[in-house]
């Protein structure tokens, strides 16, 4: 106390505060550009090197000014924010990647050329449909995009009348990225972010219904999912629909808040796959006759850890570059956002491989991988609203729920999930959902305000019940409507092309029946009686 | 059996939906909603899951 009291009174006395003196036009006029014989012997320390030089000029004749600096300012403000959302989407445009290995070594060896083809075209089918139909429809009127200029052209929301109150529904702006001035620079750049996000929810389902699912209803599922399913759900979150606006219009905390998509991305990508995996039922030889689990092992768990590293690194794209910018309305969060997102996947890890370890004497590779999975898609909503130690809890929790899940779709539902799709994505990105409304400590502030209501997102453990209403009123949406909608769309198509490959193709595995080519010719497989180790 | 599913899985969503004018107290919304999830629930795992395993292929 004493030292801290002689240190207090070494400080020199604080300067008064000086009054702002405007800067003037030839305030500006007075600097001066490097000397240009220096610059033209290189600049190694780079300290020539992006000078008052480099600033654009509105008019030559008045040379530059005041204006001309501040236009410089804003456009490299939005440089940062486009160049921060195009990279962070290419890095989760990568987690395709990690998927598809994730999958196809979750799967047997005799199906892996079929797998690994749902992984890849659901790429291209997805952002064919994404680009047709499904961007108008989720963020056609999202009303502005501070971040990256504003995109005024997505600005036109189809809205119901409800209780009084206005319910977005669906955007009506972007068909084909031209109809109603989408031919424009900023809404390049959400679509880019937006549409790797849609094809993560859609590869989520290639897992659940793998080693059974007939290639062509996987493309017409992918496809109506890429257009209507997901972007619907996405818009009321994200485009300025009804979630959005709980806030506003019935003072439910902020509204519905999700950063980075538990619920928007992978709670209808789980839900999906539930849907998926219930209609196609399970593989022959998965349950005996008494209704008893055999465990059907992949084939190369090498694959599995190497593609949870690839998924684990591209989520740093995921939940980060859900600031959609790294300057202006408080996006250095973006720091906290990627620490909070790697110790959630760590403990999400530990978690499961404890619970294993525990249970059943071993720590289970693959459940380990999933834990770090579960950990990861827990985090992604409330990433950018908690503080590290809110994120541990989350993870841990995660990593634990996911064994339970996993335990409980395969032995009470009997519902065959080859890879734990169901439990990773659906059961914890209902978590996730759910997490925001206990555990987001008010502190963020993203600009002042979050879904137009003014205040940070705060959860339950600090204050604020509503904001649970909010976030469990998005779940039931989720399972009451996204999980309804889903099973429907499916069912349809079951009906008209059929979901399930025969039993012979299944038996031989889908690589010759369906794909024409096995995914590994030079080598002889064996068929092994489920159940063996 | 599917179809009676279905509709109380999604009866789950509209209850959800209408504890925003039910009542304005959020602990009222809160048991609303909460009642909504239990019943969307149990349309799906109690009702169209329980059906589809009547007919599940490792039966046959």
Same mark, same amino acid.
């Given at each position: 106390?004493? =030292?801290?009291? /002689? ?6 006395? %604080? ?20 000397? &240009?014989? %220096? ?90 449909? +994404? ?8 963020? !056609?009127?999202? *009303? ?6 504003? %995109? ?68 017409? /599922? ?21 979630? %959005? ?52 092992? !992949? ?34 969060? $973006? !720091? ?57 809890? $989350? ?24 890879? *734990? ?5 659906? &059961? ?13 400590? *008010?502190?963020?502030? +993203? ?38 909608? /889903? ?42 009686? &489920?159940?063996?180790? | ?32 909603? =909460? ?26």
């Amino acid at each position: 106390m004493a =030292l801290g009291a /002689s240190l207090a009174l070494a400080q020199p006395a %604080a300067p008064a505060a000086a009054a702002p003196v405007p800067v003037t036009d030839a305030d500006i006029k007075g600097v001066a550009p490097p000397n &240009a014989d %220096a610059r033209v012997k290189g600049d190694p320390d780079g300290g020539l090197t992006g000078t008052v030089s480099d600033v654009a000029v509105g008019d030559a004749k008045k040379g530059l000014t005041v204006g001309d600096v501040i236009n410089q300012v804003g456009q490299n403000k939005v440089a940062i924010n486009f160049v921060w959302t195009l990279i962070t989407g290419f890095l989760v445009m990568f987690m395709q990647a990690g998927f598809a290995i994730v999958e196809t070594g979750l799967c047997r060896a005799k199906n892996a050329n079929h797998t690994m083809m749902m992984n890849f075209m659901v790429y291209g089918t997805g952002m064919l449909a +994404y680009w047709l139909i499904g961007f108008a429809i989720q963020m !056609g009127g999202v *009303g502005g995009v501070g971040n990256l200029g504003g %995109a005024p052209p997505l600005n036109t929301e189809h809205v119901m009348t409800l209780f009084g109150k206005p319910f977005g529904l669906f955007g009506q702006h972007g068909l084909f990225l031209m109809q109603g001035g989408t031919y424009d620079v900023a809404v390049m750049v959400v679509f880019l972010f937006q549409m790797v996000f849609m094809d993560t929810a859609l590869t989520i389902v290639t897992g659940s219904a793998a080693e059974r699912w007939k290639y062509a209803a996987f493309l017409v /599922s992918s496809f109506i999912m890429g257009a209507f399913t997901y972007p619907l759900f996405a818009n009321w979150a994200w485009g300025g629909g009804w979630l %959005a606006n709980l806030g506003t219009n019935f003072g439910l905390g902020k509204g519905y808040c999700d950063f980075a998509g538990s619920g928007v991305v992978h709670a209808v990508g789980g839900l999906t796959a539930l849907a998926l995996a219930m209609i196609v039922g399970p593989r022959l030889g998965k349950y005996t006759r008494q209704g008893k689990p055999n465990a059907i092992i !992949g084939h190369d768990i090498v694959l599995v850890l190497t593609g949870c590293f690839i998924l684990a690194f591209g989520w740093f794209g995921f939940n980060p570059g859900s600031t959609l910018g790294a300057s202006g309305n408080g996006n250095l969060r $973006i !720091g906290s956002i990627a620490v909070n997102t790697m110790l959630a996947g760590m403990a999400g890890g530990f978690g499961a491989m404890f619970y294993m370890w525990m249970r059943y004497g071993k720590p289970d590779a693959s459940m380990s991988g999933n834990g770090l999975l579960a950990g990861l898609v827990a985090i992604t909503a409330p990433s950018g609203f908690v503080n590290p130690v809110g994120a541990v809890i $989350i993870g841990l929790i995660a990593g634990v729920l996911v064994c339970l899940s996993v335990e409980f779709v395969d032995r009470v539902m009997k519902v065959d999930d080859p890879v *734990g799709a169901i439990s990773v994505h659906g &059961a914890n990105g209902l978590w996730g959902v759910i997490s925001v409304g206990l555990f987001a400590d *008010g502190k963020s502030n +993203y600009g002042g305000s979050w879904n137009g209501v003014t205040g940070s997102v705060t959860g339950l453990f600090y204050g604020d019940a509503s904001q649970l209403v909010a976030q469990l009123i998005g779940v039931v949406t989720l399972v009451g409507f996204v999980f309804v909608f /889903s099973f429907v769309v499916n069912l349809i198509i079951d009906a008209c092309i059929g979901q399930r490959v025969s039993a012979k193709a299944e038996l031989e595995g889908l690589d010759l029946p369906e794909m024409g080519q096995l995914g590994y010719p030079e080598f002889e497989l064996k068929a092994r009686p &489920a159940g063996a180790q | 059996m599917t179809a009676i599913g279905i509709l109380v899985t999604f009866l789950g969503f509209v209850l959800a939906v209408l504890s925003l004018t039910l009542t304005t107290s959020v602990n009222g919304r809160l048991f609303i909603v =909460l009642a909504g999830l239990a019943v969307s629930l149990i349309g799906l795992i109690g009702i169209i899951n329980k059906g589809l395993l009547k007919n599940a292929i490792w039966r046959k």
